[in-house]
Structures are given as C-alpha cells and as structure tokens.
C-alpha cells in the first residue's frame, strides 16, 4: 500500500508561487499515475493536474497555463507548481496515487493528508 505525504503549503499572496510536493513509500511510485486536487470549504474535492507513470499531463481548465505537475521517479515524488495564484485557488490540496488516469473520478485510489494554500493579500 503506497503512502503519499503532501509539503509546500502555506500563505502566499496573489500572483505568487509555491511548490507544492508529495512523497511517497510504500509500493513501488513508477506504476502509479499521481494526481493533484484540491477541497475549498463548502466544495466538493476537485481534480486539479494528472500525470500518467509514462508522464503524459492533464489539467482542470481553471488551472491550465498557472500550475505545473512533474514527477521525479528516482525520488517517488512529485510535485505541483502553483504559479499566478489567485485568491479562489485557496484550498487543501491532495495528492492521489492511483493505477488507472481517471481524474474526474475522485473517490479512487490513495490519498495523502493534504496541505493548505491560501492565498490573500
């Protein structure tokens, strides 16, 4: 069972950055597609970016051009580059390990414990 650890939140303000990271043990993380999403108060859990074990890349509309999903095979991680930030992109943002690229199905696969961005002025 693979476990995935989320670091990098924090309070930035609009138009800043952070990297947001995920590290992961417990199985082997090259056979996994590793996703990123996000859960806002009131909302429901969002797909954010999706990267396939072969590194093919998806991304939520919302997010494409400003976020960026890469993975490090050699270090089990992988991140996500939160660029432009904009005060709606406030949320705790998951890491999710699953063996099949279905983003837009949120109740699948392992998940980590999240970490919060907000972003405010």
């Known amino acids: 069972q693979v476990q995935l650890v989320e670091s990098g939140g924090g309070l930035v303000q609009p138009g800043g950055s952070l990297r947001l990271s995920c590290a992961t043990s417990g199985s082997i993380f090259s056979i996994y597609a590793m996703g990123w999403y996000r859960q806002a108060p009131g909302t429901q859990r969002e797909f954010v970016a999706g990267i396939t074990k072969t590194s093919a890349t998806n991304y939520a509309d919302s997010v494409k051009g400003r976020f960026i999903i890469s993975r490090d095979n050699a270090k089990n991680t992988v991140y996500l580059q939160v660029n432009s930030l904009k005060p709606e992109d406030t949320a705790v943002y998951y890491c999710?390990?699953?063996?099949?690229?279905?983003?837009?199905?949120?109740?699948?696969?392992?998940w980590g414990q999240g970490t919060q961005v907000t972003v405010s002025s």
């Open positions: 999710n390990a699953r063996t099949l690229s279905n983003w837009y199905q949120t109740d699948f696969g392992t």
